[in-house]
């Protein structure tokens, strides 16, 4: 299994409704991270978990929650979003050192 | 000024012609170079990653890194209409569980 599954694959929601995107990988991976890509622009790194632990989050709003149940598994639940919150969510898995970066095909995500 | 310069585009070819790419990146700390192909709507997929100077060759694609020059190029040869796409540079350090910098992307579009 060479994927990054992601679930769901479009989502609308309400400004005062709480959601979850969810992320997969079967490779061994140690590392998972959550991106967000706006029209046109470049993926930007949201949060990297090592090992299960969060390492690194780039000052994201607290509206965003990343969670790692486990090695394959990683999870971002949405709360009280704004509409510029829209944008395709990517989420990634590598082997450290850039090796074997994998992207999903992301989550498109509207705030209404 | 930004740490990976790359320019958007588009790049208008017709099909058969070679592709050519390139990124410029200021920071001597990275290590590590990927190439991403983006399709609309969809998550990057890996083209190539490299982690020294030189040429590293796949089928139609060939990538070069120059660490003196702070350079990376993609060369596409024999390009398809499919190739139509946005291609993404990406860099990472040594020490990296950490991001990707990723340059702008450049819109290619291949003419039958």
């Known amino acids: 299994d060479t994927e990054v599954t992601q679930t769901p694959k479009h989502l609308v929601m309400g400004m005062t409704n709480k959601k979850s995107l969810k992320c997969e990988q079967h490779?061994?991976?140690?590392?998972m991270y959550w991106y967000k890509q706006k029209a046109k622009k470049p993926p930007e790194l949201m949060f990297v978990y090592s090992y299960e632990k969060l390492s690194i989050n780039e000052s994201v709003p607290s509206r965003f929650s990343p969670e790692c149940p486990n090695s394959s598994l990683l999870n971002l639940h949405l709360h009280a979003l704004q509409p510029e919150d829209s944008a395709l969510y990517l989420c990634a898995s590598s082997l450290g050192q850039g090796r074997g970066y994998t992207f999903g095909s992301g989550t498109r995500l509207t705030v209404v | 000024q930004k740490e990976v310069e790359q320019d958007p585009g588009p790049l208008s070819v017709p099909e058969g012609a070679i592709v050519s790419l390139n990124c410029t990146y200021s920071n001597s700390a990275f290590q590590y170079f990927m190439w991403y192909r983006q399709y609309s709507r969809k998550g990057p997929e890996l083209l190539m990653y490299?982690?020294?100077?030189g040429n590293k060759e796949d089928g139609r694609f060939t990538a070069q890194v120059d660490k003196s020059s702070k350079y990376i190029s993609l060369f596409i040869r024999d390009s398809q209409p499919s190739d139509s796409a946005t291609y993404l540079c990406?860099?990472?350090?040594?020490?990296?569980?950490?991001?990707?910098?990723f340059g702008a992307g450049t819109q290619v579009v291949v003419t039958p």
């Open positions: 490299t982690y020294s100077s």
């Open positions: 490779m061994g991976h140690r590392a």
């Open positions: 990406a860099m990472s350090y040594t020490d990296s569980w950490g991001k990707l910098q």
